[in-house]
């Protein structure tokens, strides 16, 4: 069965930081591009940043709105995606989802067809 | 490049042919994917390449367009496509979303 986990959502302060993981289960996570989105309560989706598999280098993308704070990095030996979320801000509060990004590199990108459950991040005083 | 959806919100009877439109400020060929989203729950991915069904879709969606002007049909409205739908560009970064249109059901 095809699988994606969040963990690693709570309180946090404003400037703090946080690190949310997503476990990989049921496909070839090595093979695969992985994407972040977050949803703010009551808002529309936001695509955060995507992960890159090896053979494209482990290269990143981000969003223009946590470029410099936000960092995203997997360990294919865990089959874990993670982000790495830094000097965070209260507008930073969202449900994070990890999800795999059905792509082959240089010619078509079709969109997320698996996506996690989702972990909850909140960031206030 | 902004995506713009159409209406923002709509309430439409149970066998009703629904139309979600999904407007790009630039040309993005058919690099265009729609989602469903249900209260709760994560968005899962309805159509890609702008008029291709995802696998397990019922054939009652349909999606068109290519360019800037993009189309989600649903063909006859059922009880449980009441959810909130989602365009989104992939021909290059950042990968937008569109603001979103929610399907009630009267």
């Known amino acids: 069965e095809v699988q994606l986990v969040e963990s690693g959502g709570g309180l946090v302060q404003p400037g703090g930081s946080l690190r949310l993981s997503c476990a990989v289960s049921?496909?070839?996570?090595?093979?695969?591009?992985m994407d972040w989105v977050r949803q703010a309560p009551g808002k529309g989706l936001e695509w955060v940043g995507r992960?890159?598999?090896?053979?494209?280098?482990?290269?990143?993308e981000y969003a223009a709105s946590v470029k410099g704070r936000f960092t995203i990095s997997r360990d294919d030996s865990k089959n874990s995606l993670y982000l790495q979320m830094d000097s965070l801000k209260t507008e930073d509060t969202a449900v994070y989802y990890c999800g795999r990004a059905w792509v082959i590199p240089n010619i078509q990108s079709f969109g997320m067809d698996v996506w996690g459950q989702g972990t909850t991040v909140t960031v206030s005083s | 490049i902004q995506l713009t959806q159409s209406p923002s919100s709509l309430s439409a009877s149970v066998g009703d042919r629904v139309s979600i439109t999904c407007r790009a400020s630039?040309?993005?060929?058919?690099?265009l994917a729609w989602y469903q989203q249900k209260p709760g729950k994560a968005p899962e991915l309805l159509i890609y390449?702008?008029?291709t069904l995802q696998s397990g879709v019922p054939s009652r969606f349909s999606g068109s367009g290519s360019g800037t002007d993009f189309t989600l049909t649903i063909s006859s409205l059922q009880p449980e496509d009441s959810a909130t739908y989602y365009c989104q560009r992939l021909n290059d970064y950042p990968l937008t979303f569109g603001g979103g249109t929610r399907v009630e059901i009267k």
């Open positions: 049921g496909f070839t996570f090595s093979d695969n591009y």
């Open positions: 390449t702008a008029s």
């Open positions: 992960s890159r598999n090896k053979d494209n280098s482990y290269t990143t």
């Open positions: 630039q040309g993005i060929s058919s690099h």
